[in-house]
Nanobody
């Protein structure tokens, strides 16, 4: 099983980044996908997730309206489009997968990628 997150970098406040997560080694179409983030000195927090059922993604309040998650089942990839970025969005972003749907807790996700760093300068 492998989840490979990419696309992080340095961006100014108000800018955009698009993260990608390439998955392999498990039946992607039967797993929910999520993004979490962890800022320095803070706990890992839920950002967004989308179930394998095709339902719309759901988001944390802190990113709702600015971030958009999508998944491409044909390519076993998930994406996170991040717009209107703020300095408080600075964190390492992780993609994760789960056999369950509608989950927001990190312990409910089976597989994790290595993370990609997003830095938003003020």
């Amino acid at each position: 099983v492998q989840l490979q997150a990419s696309g992080g970098g340095l961006v100014q406040t108000g800018g955009s980044l698009r993260l990608s997560c390439a998955a392999s080694g498990f039946p992607f179409m039967r797993y929910s996908m999520a993004w979490f983030r962890q800022a320095p000195g803070k706990e890992r927090e839920f950002v967004t997730a989308q179930s394998y059922t095709g339902a719309d993604p759901y988001y944390s309040d802190s990113v709702k309206g600015r971030f958009t998650m999508s998944r491409d089942n044909a390519k076993n990839t998930a994406h996170l489009q991040m717009d209107k970025l703020k300095p408080e969005d600075t964190a390492v972003y992780f993609c994760a997968s789960s056999e369950w749907i509608g989950r927001r807790l990190a312990e409910e996700y089976n597989y994790w990628g290595q993370g990609t760093l997003v830095t938003v300068s003020s």
